[in-house]
């Protein structure tokens, strides 16, 4: 079965450099969400999509934006990128009708230094 | 945490044995689910079970909802070495679908 998609899987940026992570949902879910993990920390929700429009918004700085396209693929651009940063970022989806499960994608591991 | 805590922090024990975590909360709830995650790697989904469902069974996975106590607890029945890995509750409710995560239980399975 299709999962979650993301890209690219690891990322090495500078202090000050933007950075743009991307999430390929599975087919027919039309809700995303963003989730930063920090080293040995549990998954913090940043931002969350339903139908290219935010839906709800979490502890996400606000050098980052995010967006949902029309094919409900999602784009998280951050900027002015700091050391702390660095950590797992994970995408999930769902249905949001009949919601269930949130399916996670692999994960892009950002590295700021 | 922004929404309880997990009980045990870290957890080992012999391949073979059963292995129950706890996770508490504090706000009222439409579901709880549970993940995995091996060592910096994605989440996997194990179970969900749903704010007026007291337990739930998936192969050797075992959940408890006690809402009352705003408690839940997970058991793996028949560990082995392939369980080695961290455990999170995740709580998703009051309107809100994003997930409320535990501190997670780190879980060693020693051959």
């Known amino acids: 079965a299709a999962g979650v998609i993301q890209s690219p899987r690891h990322l090495i940026k500078e202090k000050r450099e933007t950075a743009t992570l991307k999430c390929y949902p599975i087919?027919?879910?039309?809700?995303v969400y963003w989730y930063q993990q920090g080293p040995g920390q549990d998954p913090q929700f940043l931002i969350s999509?339903?139908?290219?429009?935010?839906?709800d918004k979490g502890s996400i700085p606000d050098r980052f934006s995010a967006q949902q396209f029309s094919d409900y693929h999602s784009e998280l651009n951050m900027s002015s990128l700091e050391l702390g940063d660095s950590a797992l970022y994970f995408c999930?989806?769902?249905?949001?009708?009949?919601?269930?499960?949130?399916?996670f994608g692999p994960g892009t591991r950002l590295t700021v230094l | 945490s922004q929404q309880g805590e997990e009980d045990p922090q870290a957890l080992s024990i012999q391949e073979g044995e059963n292995a129950t975590m706890n996770c508490s909360y504090k706000?009222?709830?439409?579901?709880l689910q549970w993940y995995r995650q091996n060592s910096g790697r994605g989440l996997v989904h194990l179970i969900l079970?749903?704010?007026?469902?007291r337990e739930k069974h998936s192969g050797r996975l075992r959940v408890t909802l006690d809402t009352s106590k705003k408690s839940s607890s997970l058991l793996i029945t028949a560990s082995r070495a392939a369980d080695t890995a961290s455990y999170f509750c995740a709580t998703d409710g009051q309107g809100a679908q994003k997930l409320v995560f535990g501190q997670g239980t780190r879980l060693t399975i020693n051959p």
């Open positions: 706000t009222s709830i439409n579901n």
């Open positions: 999930a989806s769902t249905r949001f009708v009949g919601y269930n499960e949130q399916f």
């Open positions: 999509f339903y139908e290219k429009m935010q839906s």
């Open positions: 079970i749903r704010s007026n469902e």
């Open positions: 087919p027919r879910h039309d809700t």
